[in-house]
């Protein structure tokens, strides 16, 4: 027999019961919105400096 009081729980009530859920769901957001810039700065051919120089002039 298991003990683990999480055995058929959701992960996402499981993060809220530990108090981390907003943590994790702010870092998960967070890794998925740099993927998707990496992802159109190499589509696009734009390197780090050129994607900074960029977001500066929009200032």
Same mark, same amino acid.
């Given at each position: ?8 729980? *959701?992960?996402? *009530?499981? $993060? ?5 859920? =907003? =943590?994790? &769901?702010? &870092? @998960?957001i967070?890794? &998925? $919105? ?7 700065? @190499?589509?696009?051919?734009? *390197?780090? *400096? ?8 929009? &200032?």
């Amino acid at each position: 027999m298991n003990d683990n009081p999480h055995i058929g729980e *959701s992960f996402e *009530s499981f $993060l809220r019961d530990e108090g981390i859920h =907003e =943590e994790v &769901t702010a &870092t @998960a957001i967070k890794r &998925t $919105l740099v993927m998707q810039i990496e992802q159109e700065m @190499a589509a696009n051919n734009i *390197s780090k *400096s050129e994607m900074a120089r960029r977001m500066k002039g929009n &200032t």
